[in-house]
């Protein structure tokens, strides 16, 4: 099934990413035109996979404290038992696989300096890093998260 969007598409993606809690008969207003093409516009997006779920993104009351990205070199042939690893650590929010000097971009959030600290030590010293290098985030300037 081929992904195809048009302009309304785009514009309920839009809308949707502003408020997804948004009221269907709020939506249609906002775009003019039907409650109903918006909920069969809804439907369809969601079954060709443009809209994969729907989501709480935490204030920052609930946040923790400190972020940081660590970029991790890995050792030929060691990258799944370096995942299951920082899969097994509390504190890390994703991991991602990339191109470049480096082999994996890591997200790590904590509460404290002492956990952050900790959950750096682990990722470094898992066996088949080869290095790791830290940035500590330190304000979020844009979010379209």
Same mark, same amino acid.
């Given at each position: 099934?081929?992904?195809?969007?048009?302009? =309304?598409?785009? @514009?309920? /993606?839009?809308?949707? +990413?502003?408020?997804?809690?948004?009221?269907v008969a709020? /939506?249609?207003?906002?775009?003019?035109?039907?409650r109903? =093409? #918006?909920?069969?516009?809804?439907?369809?997006?969601? @079954?060709?996979?443009?809209?994969?779920?729907? =989501? /709480?993104?935490?204030?920052?009351?609930?946040?923790?404290?400190? +972020?940081?990205t #660590?970029?991790?070199?890995?050792?030929?042939r060691?990258?799944a038992s370096?995942?299951?690893?920082?899969?097994?650590l509390?504190?890390?929010? @994703?991991?991602?696989?990339i !191109?470049?000097?480096?082999?994996?971009?890591?997200?790590? *959030?904590? !509460? =404290? *300096?002492e956990?952050?600290?900790r959950?750096?030590?682990?990722?470094?010293? @898992?066996?088949?890093?080869?290095?790791?290098? !830290?940035?500590?985030?330190?304000s979020?300037?844009?979010?379209? +998260?």
């Open positions: 099934m081929t992904l195809q969007i048009d302009d =309304t598409d785009t @514009a309920l /993606l839009n809308a949707l +990413r502003e408020n997804a809690r948004a009221p709020a /939506l249609a207003r906002k775009l003019g035109i039907a109903t =093409t #918006v909920q069969a516009r809804i439907d369809r997006l969601e @079954a060709q996979g443009a809209i994969a779920g729907y =989501t /709480l993104k935490p204030g920052a009351k609930l946040s923790p404290a400190l +972020r940081a #660590v970029l991790v070199s890995v050792e030929p060691a990258g370096v995942l299951a690893r920082l899969k097994a509390p504190g890390i929010v @994703a991991a991602h696989t !191109s470049g000097r480096v082999d994996l971009i890591v997200e790590v *959030t904590a !509460s =404290t *300096t956990d952050l600290d959950t750096l030590d682990r990722i470094g010293e @898992a066996s088949g890093v080869k290095s790791s290098e !830290s940035l500590i985030h330190l979020t300037k844009i979010d379209r +998260r």
